[in-house]
């Protein structure tokens, strides 16, 4: 397994009429979770399409189980439970700092070839980072 | 079962550097087609929080099979496919104007009580309108 | 002068806390309204992309007399009061539908070379579309 | 003078199909540089909204002198060049790592009752944390 831990603070904008977080903003939060799981991995993201590939989101998914108000930090714990192969899952989990976990959810990636947008398997060079995280 | 169809145009800002439409942003258009769907009942979203309650998403899916480009013409078929009680679930299905249907998604939402912020059942008024679609 | 007119509905997530739509959301509603002027014009913008240039903003201003708020229809009246050469100036009208203007404001974009990213002379193509409306 | 400088990081999200940062999106920026200077003020922006008070936008500009692209930090340095009396004024400046300066704008505020909705002084709480800075 992976995992990582980013912290983001709410910003106004971020919230609707009803004074908590709009449920479809949350996606960007899990981006960004991923975005620094990347980056930890030594795999930040613009570096894959630099090497001729795209990672676009084949399924998102999220669960409300509370709601982050203005200004809130919120800790974004990404992790990618199984070795990818044509597809990545990742999963988010985002908690206040009182611990309690408000939404969680998870995207599904495909890799794509840039040139002809067709799925394509993981590149390896990608797959040599992920595979020592999942040998025992 | 009670279903709408509601266009809209996609815009640049709603694009990212793929040239496609981001993932995030397709919620707004999933809120988009439900607005117009309550609309089209008669019952209007900012009547229902007049009426003292919220209904605040619970759970949101998206499924990718294709994407949106800048200027594209977007054709949100909304529907309603169970009588809801507690809950809600409206489905989506998002076409471009050759009929190919690009995303699907789905949203659950709870029925809360605006003062406790406390789940409670449909209220009547909201039920007598969604009766008679689920009516053989 | 060029004027284009155009309507659209204010959704939950353009709102933030305070009960009205957030300021920074505006910028998306003055795109809608210059790219519906510019189809209007029989020049979309996807056309002058493909033409080998982008139209970048260089400034962008907002005034906010009043907000608008959830469900509300908005009026972006769309103006162009100069025959652009090296940058064009667009104004913007946002009213509702008591013919209130509640927020002004307009943006400078520059032609734009897309592969040497450099700023350019109007294309003759889009200077010919615009020199009859500003002739007595 | 007063002034402050955050740090973020731009998200996929953030750009458009041009490859940079949306230009409406700066202002979610600016609106992060002003909150954290409020905080650094020791004066949280949601402790004015306690307060009885709003501080809605008035006016909001933006200078695109250059772009952030996907993954950049952004230096987000922000000050107040005057006392605020009816109003206040922020100013922006975004520079990236290399310290140039690519965005620069900024926001006038107004104070409002919450409950009239209607312009007042500023407050004098806020007053006092003002003064100090524009005392010789």
């Known amino acids: 397994m992976i ?6 603070r709410v910003l106004y904008g971020h919230t609707d009429q009803m004074g908590i977080v709009y449920y479809g903003r949350y996606f960007e939060f899990f981006e960004a979770g ?7 991995l030594g795999l930040p993201y613009y570096r894959m399409e630099d090497q001729g590939f ?3 989101v084949a399924e998102a998914q999220a669960s409300y189980k ?17 070795l990818p192969s044509v597809r990545i899952r ?11 976990v408000l939404v969680t959810g998870y995207t599904v990636h ?4 840039q040139k002809s947008r067709r ?8 797959l040599q980072i992920f595979t020592p995280y999942f040998e025992k």
């Open 34 to 40: 991923r975005n620094e799981l990347l980056r930890h």
């Open 66 to 82: 509370g709601s982050f108000t203005y200004d809130d930090w919120m800790n974004i714990r990404t992790t990618v439970r199984e």
């Open 54 to 56: 795209y990672l676009p």
């Open 3 to 8: 995992e990582f831990t980013h912290r983001l």
């Open 110 to 113: 495909a890799f794509v070839d």
């Open 119 to 126: 799925p394509r398997r993981i590149p390896d060079a990608v």
């Open 90 to 100: 990742i999963d988010y989990e985002l908690s206040n700092d009182e611990g309690t």
